[in-house]
């Protein structure tokens, strides 16, 4: 059974980068596609971005110019870099894997990330 | 930008049948959008219902049925039971590899 982790600071500066990484463990990451999604406290679900080990990525629109996802097969880990934090990225950042029907299959349990000075 | 639109609350009677629609600002939803569904209870992680439309995610009970009704994706659930009160939301792929979550539905069963 596949399970993903996510790692992060838990809190950070206005103005800085953020960098979250999930690691699956239970199977491997290649061959598959690998996301990113964010729910700010009492609020919505929000798709960030996507990636695959063939080195395929996409990203939502309103994040893309602050986004990078990126991945590393050796630790079966993959990664997401958030530049130019502000309150408004403050969420729980989730980590999950694409099934066969263009939809996430497994999550990980979330981490909090607090953007505050 | 797409927006997906989802109803902000519904309630249903232990027992009862209650239908939440996804819709799609750009007009239709077909399968080809590949409607997905997820139920969030408070503190937890999403949990994967329903993908490709109608496909039950391994384990989900069969009292939980998704469809296209009209220009919408619907998620059914037929004879609810008090641990169905959650969060519910669809996913759908808009093309070029972009995802995009409906708003979100919250059901109360009483």
């Known amino acids: 059974q596949v399970q993903l982790q996510e790692s992060g600071p838990g809190l950070v500066k206005p103005s800085e980068t953020l960098s979250l990484t999930c690691t699956v463990s239970?199977?491997?990451?290649?061959?598959?596609?690998w996301g990113w999604i964010r729910q700010p406290p009492g609020k919505g679900l929000e798709w960030i971005a996507n990636?695959?080990?063939?080195?395929?990525?996409d990203y939502n629109p309103s994040l893309k110019s602050r986004v990078t996802i990126l991945m590393d097969t050796s630790k079966n880990q993959f990664s997401l870099r958030l530049s130019s934090l502000t309150a408004a990225d403050t969420a729980i950042y989730y980590c999950?894997?694409?099934?066969?029907?263009?939809?996430?299959?497994?999550w990980g349990q979330g981490t909090l990330l607090t953007v505050s000075s | 930008q797409t927006v997906v639109t989802q109803e902000p609350s519904f309630s249903v009677s232990p027992g009862g049948t209650v239908t939440l629609t996804c819709g799609v600002s750009?007009?239709?939803?077909?399968?080809?959008?590949?409607p997905s569904w997820y139920q969030q209870t408070p503190g937890q992680a999403p949990r994967t219902l329903i993908y490709?439309?109608?496909t039950r995610s391994s384990g989900v009970p069969d009292r939980f049925s998704g469809s296209i009704l009209g220009k919408k994706a619907a998620l059914t659930i037929t004879g609810a039971q008090a641990d169905d009160e959650s969060d519910y939301y669809c996913?759908?792929?808009?093309?070029?590899?972009?995802?995009?979550f409906g708003t979100g539905t919250k059901v109360t069963v009483l």
């Open positions: 999950a894997k694409y099934g066969s029907g263009w939809n996430f299959d497994h």
């Open positions: 239970g199977g491997s990451i290649n061959g598959y596609y």
């Open positions: 990636i695959h080990d063939s080195g395929s990525t």
């Open positions: 750009s007009g239709s939803v077909s399968n080809g959008y590949y």
């Open positions: 490709s439309t109608n």
């Open positions: 996913m759908l792929y808009v093309g070029s590899g972009i995802y995009v």
